[in-house]
Nanobody, 125 residues
Framework: QVQLVESGGGLVQAGGSLRLSCAAS????????MGWFRQAPGKEREFVAA???????YSGDSVKGRFTISRDNAKNTVYLQMSSLKPEDTAVYYC???????????????????WGQGTQVTVSS
């Protein structure tokens, strides 16, 4: 399995921006679908964005036009650029990796076999 470490979370005012990073070791991020999910207290884990091993990207309806996923193969890191943040974006954000070279349903948490520990994002109004 791949080890994933998220960073970049924090406290930001509504309308602000943050960039989350997910550093991977043990597997190349270019070989796997990589996803970002979030979970707020009392709510289910929600799909945020994903990039498959072919480079296609996907975004959840609630973040389309505001969040962008990307990856840096040289740094073996996946990023989530978040802009126009809203209080409802407050959650723990998790990075996930799927088995290599597998076509998956990127929207489903069960499709991923490795998860990071999460990073807290808090958006104040």
């Amino acid at each position: 399995q791949v080890q994933l470490v998220e960073s970049g979370g924090g406290l930001v005012q509504a309308g602000g921006s943050l960039r989350l990073s997910c550093a991977a070791s043990g597997r190349a991020v270019r070989s796997s679908a990589m996803g970002w999910f979030r979970q707020a207290p009392g709510k289910e884990r929600e799909f945020v964005a994903a990039i498959n091993w072919g480079g296609s990207t996907y975004s959840g309806d609630s973040v389309k036009g505001r969040f962008t996923i990307s990856r840096d193969n040289a740094k073996n890191t996946v990023y989530l650029q978040m802009s126009s943040l809203k209080p409802e974006d407050t959650a723990v954000y998790y990075c996930a990796a799927a088995p290599p070279y597998r076509t998956i349903n990127v929207y489903t948490p069960a499709a991923y076999d490795s998860w990071g520990q999460g990073t807290q994002v808090t958006v104040s109004s």
